[in-house]
């Protein structure tokens, strides 16, 4: 079956812009986590939905959000993009759990010049 | 709070040589703990898992609630163990999956 897919995989934005990012998920997977990967940090979670429902967040700032969609499609939305944001946005999938097997996406690399 | 703390950013050993990966949590209940590695150009994906106490690609991972760890280890590293891993820790019911910062793995010949 068809893994996760991120879209775009790629962007390019200036401060003070804001982003949208699509995560699908594999087919009967109903949790979807969203990711900030960057060197210095590494995989930071940002926040969980399940159902259509966040489930959990991280510590992140307002301007980082995010929703689900009935199909189990997710965005997440980053509004006055600061130089700091820039990093590799991993969204996984899971069944039921996020315990259960995570599956990852390729993730969308996000360049704020 | 939950934490996962890796404390070697990067490993190199040598072909054949024995390889432990450092993994300490903290968390005050049961938590569940896992391995992911990501090889180069690859997606991130689930090494192990410790409730499952299984082997796998060799490596093989024993909680230790006394000592907060969940060191992973193989016996004999190949070139191709090379890659990054990292260890994630879900605690209680409601709370979200953690992961360390991970660890470069580098085996070399």
């Known amino acids: 079956k068809a893994g996760v897919t991120q879209t775009p995989r790629y962007l390019i934005k200036t401060r003070g812009q804001q982003v949208t990012l699509s995560c699908s998920p594999i087919?009967?997977?109903?949790?979807v986590s969203w990711y900030q990967q960057t060197p210095g940090q590494g995989l930071q979670f940002l926040f969980e939905?399940?159902?259509?429902?966040?489930?959990n967040k991280g510590n992140f700032p307002g301007r980082f959000s995010g929703r689900q969609f009935s199909n189990s499609r997710s965005e997440m939305n980053v509004s006055t993009l600061e130089l700091g944001d820039s990093a590799l946005y991993l969204c996984a999938s899971s069944l039921v759990r996020v315990a259960d097997t995570q599956y990852f996406g390729p993730g969308t690399r996000l360049t704020v010049l | 709070a939950q934490r996962v703390t890796q404390p070697e950013k990067l490993l190199s050993v040598f072909k054949g040589a024995p390889v432990e990966l450092k993994c300490n949590y903290s968390?005050?209940?049961?938590?569940?703990l896992f391995w992911y590695v990501q090889y180069s150009r690859q997606r991130l994906q689930l090494l192990l898992r410790h409730i499952s106490r299984e082997s796998i690609k060799g490596f093989t991972a024993d909680l230790n609630k006394g000592e907060t760890s969940f060191h992973l280890k193989k016996p004999f590293a190949q070139e191709e163990d090379s890659a990054m891993y990292y260890c994630?820790?879900?605690?209680?019911?409601?709370?979200?999956?953690?992961f360390g910062k991970g660890t470069t793995l580098s085996v070399s010949s």
């Open positions: 939905y399940f159902s259509e429902t966040q489930r």
């Open positions: 994630a820790l879900k605690g209680g019911a409601g709370t979200a999956l953690i």
């Open positions: 087919s009967g997977h109903r949790s």
């Open positions: 968390y005050s209940g049961s938590p569940e």
